[in-house]
């Protein structure tokens, strides 16, 4: 067992300690770029370890206690309201030697990272393949948020992209923020990401691998139409336009209730269910509420199940860290 004390803010967690990490295949050898839905992408990401045991994103909450406003602030969500998800935030896994290419920002390129980048060709663009699209159309047209992933397992970094296109001239984005996959290090303070509360997203990804063994093992990221105006650990940042206590803050921590039974649920959505239960899932960014983030991967099954939870099987709890960051 390690002693760990972690820093947040300007005051220290209280001491814990930590489980011995489990060890990890190596990883497979890589030659070109793979997308998120192939044999090879569960391979080399069976084989990486996104985040520190440590990390937020996989810190076991199930016996965090509930917070005190949590029907408050599940009510101001919707308490009656069916759990969604959305299919929408595919990525693409890089060899250590992709060749970097640099990428102008047109929005926040004061809180985004230095490149060049190791972005290819053939990154997926939000909601491809499902939305039946052909890819290069895809990245040169459209609207929305457009999230661009691409993670770099030999290096364990992650660079993530908000309103990615790729035209004539080559990759251009509002902002990027990149993630240091071995390290605990958040955003500045302040700072957005690609998404508002300055958190990644590939970490919060239910994959089909992960599914496929029925065990997720980190937490879930989530929107919401309305958020106060403040930010929690382990978010950096916030997009709300009201200080109402009873809305949710970025970073604010969920967890489906021990008591809600999922045992008749289909195998990838029990083991997102399950995740939820153990790990919960983090306000991310506003949106539409209760929308989950899933991949688009036609080989996840049954996830209509997840439609059978509502707003009110979820519960606030006092996250690690809660009271230190955001004010």
Request: charged residues 25%; negative net charge; hydrophobic residues 35%.
């Amino acid at each position: 067992m390690r002693l760990l004390l972690i820093l947040v803010g300007t005051g220290w967690l209280a001491a814990q300690e930590s489980p011995p990490e489990k060890d990890l295949p190596p990883l497979p050898a890589m030659a070109k770029p793979v997308m998120f839905n192939t044999p090879e992408a569960d391979a080399i990401l069976s084989a990486l370890r996104v985040l520190p045991k440590n990390n937020p994103w996989n810190e076991d909450i199930s016996g965090r206690p509930v917070h005190p406003d949590s029907d408050r602030i599940v009510a101001s969500v919707g308490a009656k309201r069916r759990i969604g998800y959305n299919l929408d935030m595919g990525f693409i896994l890089v060899p250590p030697d992709q060749k970097p290419v640099d990428v102008p920002f047109k929005s926040y390129g004061d809180e985004s990272d230095k490149g060049p980048f190791p972005l290819p060709d053939e990154a997926p663009v939000e909601g491809w393949p499902l939305d039946k699209s052909d890819l290069e159309t895809l990245q040169r047209e459209g609207k929305g948020d457009r999230h661009v992933l691409v993670v770099d397992p030999h290096h364990g970094m992650l660079y993530e992209f908000y309103q990615g296109y790729r035209k004539a001239g080559g990759w251009q984005a509002a902002c990027e923020a990149t993630f240091d996959l071995k390290s605990n290090a958040l955003r500045p303070r302040g700072w957005t990401s690609s998404d508002a509360a300055g958190l990644p997203i590939f970490p919060s990804l239910p994959r089909y691998d992960e599914c496929e063994r029925g065990e997720v093992t980190h937490a879930l990221r989530f929107t919401v139409r309305r958020s106060r105006k403040e930010f929690l650990y382990p978010a950096t940042h916030q997009a709300g336009h009201t200080r109402a206590s009873e809305a949710p803050a970025m970073g604010q921590r969920f967890r489906l209730k021990a008591s809600v039974d999922v045992s008749s649920f289909a195998k990838h959505p029990k083991a997102i269910a399950l995740a939820l239960k153990k790990y919960g899932m983090f306000v991310a960014d506003n949106g539409m509420d209760w929308l989950i983030s899933i991949p688009p991967d036609s080989r996840l099954q049954g996830l209509d199940d997840l439609r059978t939870l509502h707003g009110g099987d979820f519960e606030v709890v006092e996250t690690t860290g809660e009271k230190d960051l955001g004010r």
